[in-house]
């Protein structure tokens, strides 16, 4: 741990101004961001007695190395850059909620043709209407319901092509549960009149579906019609039980998202109903861990921030009301900054009696719920993952927590396509966006040894650059005021590194040969401060450097199913990246060494003559008659043919996996 006393700033060099400040480790890592009316009064706050602060807050001054600011022009401007900064550098010590599950949503692709309707999960696309979220269970009833009203098309692309390939629609146009634009029952102009009321319904205009079609159905019965009426008459018991699963809980013209918590000492857990026309139209709910010493100001704030800077609603657009539990930190700053994403004025406040003060308390009563049921889960979680980060840790003496580990793993089929994949743990959970894969060639291809110690040459060889760059970088800052003549540009993210910070541990698929290249790599690199293992499939022994006999773990320890979940994962990585690179290695052709020819160009240049046969036998101006073939790009390829005119007549274009032809 540093000494808070070896990093503090002079008194006299902090601005008094409004600012944002950041706390980095000694790898460079922001750990903690933070905002402050007076700079100079946080700081000193963080340094004049370390011992008395709060132990997470005593934790994070410890783990920091060193700490810069920002001065900006208002507390508005110090709020968004706040924000900006821990979306980016999602330090470790800020307040983060995540969802405690992962909400589905009922997305229409309006940016498509033939819109389509479907349950979608993750981040929001572009052309895409969200409406929810929904559990899982009522999401897919709405939907199955909604299509015998609004019969949009909802199968995939693939379906959609093969229904199209064939003029048959699939099982829904068949049972009348989609219009069947694919095979031309409907324009795809009616269609997407029809998607439009779908979307019209979901947004709360149910009252005039469903009174249109009342009226279809009292003229079909005057023309006796009675069979359509029929059929009107189950539409209208559709869209009521769809429009009726909201219960009315506010008045009809009331937008608001209403947000309860409930907290602990350690963790808190948030819940939000989001109130359209006066219906709970969806419901989302998130867990966080109080890393930071936050107030319940402090985490409402955090949280609006979070969930409206992020995405806005659940509807696309943000309410008029935001009904809150205590009126947050910056209460000001925050309305006239939620005003701004809006484009119209946006009310936050508590609600005190009526209808709207009984809502928040069966908010706030799921919250509490939400809060039990996570401590629940989480508890048998928490307890498997520290055991076998410990065992691990007393089985390969090891002086460091396992805090973070890598494991690396080779792939290839008889010395071709050689690759090789990098998995993250951190805290005994996998890290997928630091997850990163390499291509090997060479004669680092040569051996899976040879292959490894290319790999881990190459990762930490990044890592030790990063590292330099960042102490030149700080010595050519000098004074702090450097820091703060170059504002930050808020709308313009910083580059994202390579490579995150080093392991404790580095994990290679393999006996003792791979674990001495990895160690070798290291030490080639001049670092000592992580430590290598190799766990070998035949008899799971765990293989430590230059050491003649294995470790050999229990079959029942946690640490060991650890490292093989790490292996295993390692090993899926790595197989699909070869597979790609493999799949793209298998269809050849003589026209894919001509620069500047593209896939599109030689199609081109195919369909025009027929075979390579014409296509070699042409002329420099017979080849710019074909499309987007200009006379440089011409003459290339007339050069490639001269040059290799014996690879043309023996090597046509060949898809290696089944024979297949492509050119003739």
Not at 143 to 172: E, H, I, N, W, Y
Not at 206 to 222: N, P, T, Y
Not at 496 to 512: C, E, M, S
Not at 643 to 654: F, G, I, K, R
């Amino acid at each position: 741990m540093a000494n808070p006393a070896s990093y503090r700033p002079q008194t006299g060099e902090i601005p008094t101004n409004p600012g944002v400040y950041r706390f980095r480790d000694p790898h460079g890592r922001v750990i903690y961001v933070g905002k402050a009316k007076s700079l100079r009064s946080r700081l000193n706050s963080y340094f004049a007695n370390p011992a008395g602060l709060l132990p997470k807050t005593y934790a994070m001054v410890h783990a920091a190395s060193s700490v810069e600011w920002t001065v900006v022009a208002s507390e508005l401007e110090s709020l968004q850059l706040e924000y900006t900064w821990i979306k980016e550098f999602k330090p470790r010590f800020n307040v983060v909620f995540r969802d405690d599950k992962t909400y589905p949503y009922l997305a229409l692709t309006m940016s498509e043709k033939l819109p389509r309707v479907q349950v979608m999960r993750g981040d929001r696309r572009k052309g895409t209407r969200y409406f929810g979220p929904y559990t899982a269970g009522a999401i897919r009833e709405t939907m199955d319901t909604l299509l015998r009203v609004f019969p949009v098309r909802s199968c995939s692309a693939g379906v959609l092509k093969r229904a199209q390939a064939s003029g048959r629609p699939c099982l829904l146009g068949y049972i009348d549960k989609c219009s069947a634009p694919c095979v031309g029952r409907i324009s795809p102009e009616d269609h997407r009149a029809l998607a439009e009321d779908f979307c019209a319904f979901m947004g709360g205009e149910a009252k005039r579906f469903i009174s249109r079609l009342e009226k279809e159905m009292a003229g079909a019965v005057a023309e006796l019609d009675y069979e359509r009426a029929a059929r009107l008459r189950d539409d209208i018991a559709a869209l009521r039980k769809v429009f009726e699963r909201n219960a009315v809980v506010l008045a009809e013209d009331t937008d608001a998202d209403v947000f309860a918590l409930h907290e602990d000492e350690l963790e808190a857990a948030v819940q939000v109903f989001h109130v359209r026309g006066g219906r709970v139209r969806g419901q989302r709910g998130w867990v966080v861990e109080k890393v930071e010493d936050s107030t319940p100001p402090d985490l409402v704030e955090h949280l609006l921030q979070q969930v409206y800077g992020e995405d806005g609603d659940s509807h696309g657009r943000l309410p008029r009301e935001v009904l809150v539990p205590v009126v947050p930190s910056n209460h000001t700053e925050l309305t006239q900054w939620l005003g701004g994403l809006r484009g119209a004025k946006v009310d936050i406040r508590v609600p005190q009696r009526g209808d709207k003060a009984a809502l928040m308390s069966t908010v706030r009563e799921n919250a509490e719920q939400a809060l039990k049921l996570h401590k629940t889960r989480r508890a048998g979680d928490l307890t498997v993952r520290s055991q076998a980060l410990q065992e691990l840790q007393e089985a390969l003496d090891l002086p460091v927590a396992l805090m973070r580990i890598e494991c690396y793993d080779v792939s290839h089929v008889q010395g071709t396509n050689v690759v090789a994949s990098m998995v993250v743990v951190e805290d005994g959970l996998p890290k997928k966006s630091d997850y990163r894969k390499f291509s090997v060639t060479g004669a680092a291809a040569t051996d899976d040894t040879a292959a490894m110690h290319d790999v881990l040459t190459r990762r930490f060889r990044h890592y030790l650059t990063d590292k330099t760059a960042q102490v030149e970088a700080s010595a050519l800052a000098g004074h702090q005021a450097a820091l703060n003549a170059a504002v930050l540009d808020t709308t313009t993210p910083a580059p994202r590194a390579k490579f995150a910070y080093p392991p404790n541990l580095v994990v290679v698929d393999g006996g003792k040969p791979q674990v001495n290249a990895a160690a070798r790599a290291l030490a080639d690199l001049g670092i000592d401060d992580v430590y290598v293992v190799g766990l070998a499939k035949r008899l799971e022994e765990v293989w430590l450097p230059d050491s003649d006999f294995p470790v050999i773990l229990p079959r029942t320890s946690a640490g060991l199913y650890l490292l093989q979940r790490i292996r295993d994962e390692a090993h899926r990585f790595a197989i699909t990246f070869h597979r790609q690179k493999r799949g793209k290695a298998m269809t050849v052709s003589v026209l894919d060494g001509v620069p500047g020819l593209g896939e599109s160009k030689r199609k081109a240049l195919l369909d025009h003559f027929g075979t390579l046969k014409g296509i070699r036998a042409a002329s420099v101006e017979q080849l710019s008659e074909a499309k987007g073939i200009g006379p440089a790009l011409a003459a290339a390829i007339v050069a490639h043919f001269s040059s290799d005119a014996e690879t043309v007549e023996l090597v046509p274009a060949v898809n290696m996996t089944t024979g297949e032809i492509l050119e003739t």
